[in-house]
């Protein structure tokens, strides 16, 4: 293992918990991980500096709107080697040999039962609630399987945005498993959501747009 873990530094914890964090989140501004590390920004662009130097991080700017635009940090595939990967070896065989013994339209109704199971759970809860009181709950749900979500409201429509995907080594692979998030969202809004924009796919995030009818038909 690398020695970043192995030495007693003061510093090697705050690099753990960084790259840690990037493994969860994917990708990050400064000020992201300096709240979520709990240092400043100005230390936390300095454990960023040595963590590119060793090729455990990179980077990429993404504009936007209005203003400078910012660098998000990621792990590169060498900072993923830093953590156990056991997991991620057997999820990937289990789905191989889900492919090779399914079919195509089964495998995808296999994720999307599975959503719509996980969606029952919350069929009591969400009952007579808003849509966006069913937004936060997604929120919630989806952010207690390490997904860093959230949505607004634009005109008609609402946008769930997701800056990290928990699965993102397996869907690299297996994309065909990111079917689930789009399915659970539907089912807890009794709306469909359409995906926009994938991580996948180069994105730097990905979002899904939910039409209101209620919205639409309140438009002038």
Known sequence: ?????????????????ILKTLLTRERCKIN??????????????????????????????EKQGVGRPHRLYFLTEKGHDQFPTRYLRLTVRLMEQLKETLPQPMLKKLFSQIAHDI?????SVIEGLSIEARLNIITELLGDEGFSVEWEKR??????????????????????????????????????????????SGDNRCSYIIHDPKLNGQST
Do not use: W
Request: aromatic share 6%; with cysteine.
């Open 119 to 123: 969606a029952s759970d919350y069929y």
């Open 32 to 61: 992201e991980l300096a709240e979520a590390v709990n240092i400043n920004p100005i230390s936390v662009r300095h454990h960023i500096n040595k963590l590119e130097a060793d090729g455990l991080v990179n980077s990429i700017e």
């Open 155 to 200: 005109d008609d429509k609402y946008l769930i945005h997701g800056a990290s995907c928990p699965y993102f080594q397996i869907g690299q692979l297996h994309p065909e498993i990111c079917t689930m998030d789009q399915e659970l969202i539907s089912s807890i809004l009794s709306l469909p959501a359409t995906k926009i924009k994938c991580i996948l």
């Open 1 to 17: 293992m690398n020695n970043l873990f192995l030495s007693k530094e003061t510093t090697v914890p705050t690099r753990e918990r």
